[in-house]
């Protein structure tokens, strides 16, 4: 039952929160405002919108646009360069877990020597302690997925190396989680970020490191992931189906706080080290099944999957393998069920390298699983997904 919570996030959650931006505002006078490469946050009017908050307060505001939807490390560093060289206060991260990741990590390098890597804890990374605490991140939220507003964790890729590991920076000092910004979310993308949303608090639920708190997160999230997600992907404007996954999200990111993902992540991101145009959500459906369907078999805490069937659902769950089929269903429901590998030009015999890239990359995360997993479990599980 031990745990420890501290999670000292100022969180702004509910709908019309961005228009309350400027009153929350007192970490300086210049900010580094990241956003992705892409034309969304311009073209629905998100940045010209947080643009006008910061100069409401008084900042002045300086457009970092190069983060890709799987961060790069020489991203991170550029965007380091342009706070360093605009004497930013603070950094505002206005996107997705990209975003709000790869602004973690250069609110960090922004005020510390050297190269990313060097504060990297595993594979070829140095593991150094950073000398001088990040810039204030505020994080603006715009997407239901990786609950990266309320953690310390980043993701970042080293293509050099072909790692896709963590990053750990401080807690954002604000939050701002507002569903209106998630509307425009294509039915797609809905789909993959809300299964990652849900899978952070799946593998958090099952791993060996549970306690009540985490227990109480994971199961809010994987409820309204499972009452809202078909409801949000059916209709991308309903509201307060963008409000209940929106908050599933936020409970994902609390349960990473007080409890663990599990090597599901793990395995994921080798996929997309390999394969960069791999989004992380797709990654995470099409070995899913097969995922916990090898944990069900190696006996896993049966009772805690048949919770999960009843969590987004199943009512009358009563086996294991309930949850398979509740997970199915949703997958169904949202049109994701077929994804297939190849179409990522991804090939079987890449498999026993990302299972090792895996144990190496991001090994940790082994540690937290209810069964252990050896390498040729992992290609197992690579194999059983593959189409």
């Known amino acids: 039952m031990n745990f420890h919570f501290n999670v000292p996030i100022n969180l702004f959650f509910g709908r019309g929160e961005l228009n309350n931006l400027h009153k929350h505002l007192n970490f ?34 300086f457009i970092f646009d190069k983060i890709e939807p ?61 000398k001088n605490k990040p810039l204030p991140l505020v994080c603006i939220s715009t997407t239901a997925g990786t609950g990266s507003e309320i953690d310390t964790g980043a993701v970042i890729t080293n293509p050099e190396t072909n790692e896709k590991t963590a990053y750990f920076g401080d807690f954002p000092a604000l939050s701002i989680v507002d569903p209106e910004l998630m509307i425009s979310v294509p039915q797609k993308q809905t789909a993959y970020q809300g299964f990652d949303a849900l899978f952070h608090s799946t593998e958090a639920y099952i791993a060996n490191s549970t306690n009540l708190m985490s227990d109480m997160f994971a199961r809010a999230a994987i409820e309204n992931v499972g ?43 080798a996929l997309s080290a390999y394969h960069q145009e791999l989004p992380h959500g797709a990654g995470l459906i099409m070995i899913s099944k097969a ?19 009843k969590f987004l ?39 026993e390298t990302m299972a090792n890239n895996a144990k190496s990359s991001m090994g940790a995360l082994f540690n937290f699983d209810p069964v252990k997993l050896s390498v040729e479990d992992c290609v197992a599980i690579y194999n059983s997904s593959y189409k």
């Open 70 to 130: 799987n961060p790069l490390k020489d991203s991170v560093m550029l965007g380091a360069k342009a706070a360093k060289e605009n004497n930013c206060d603070f950094v505002v991260a206005l996107g997705g877990g990209s975003v709000m990741d790869a602004s973690k990590a250069i609110a960090g390098m922004a005020v510390n020597e050297g190269d990313l890597w060097d504060y990297i804890l595993w594979g070829t990374g140095k593991a150094k302690v950073q």
């Open 28 to 61: 300086g006078k210049k900010a580094l405002v990241v956003i992705s490469n892409g034309k969304s946050a311009r073209s629905n009017g998100y940045l010209d919108r947080t643009l006008k908050q910061l100069e409401m307060a008084g900042v002045e505001s």
């Open 291 to 309: 995922y916990y369907s090898h944990m069900i078999s190696a006996g896993a805490c049966p009772q805690r999957f048949v919770d999960m069937a």
């Open 313 to 351: 659902g199943m009512s009358n769950a009563t086996s294991p393998n309930d949850f398979i089929t509740a997970l199915d269903n949703l997958q169904k429901a949202c049109e994701v069920d077929n994804l297939r590998m190849s179409d990522y030009n991804i090939s079987k015999d890449e498999f």
């Open 227 to 269: 009452k809202y997600l078909q409801r949000a992907y059916n209709n991308p404007e309903d509201i307060e189906a963008r409000e209940g996954m929106a908050f599933a999200n936020s409970m994902s990111g609390f349960v990473m706080c007080v409890g663990t993902c599990s090597s599901e992540h793990s395995l994921e991101h």
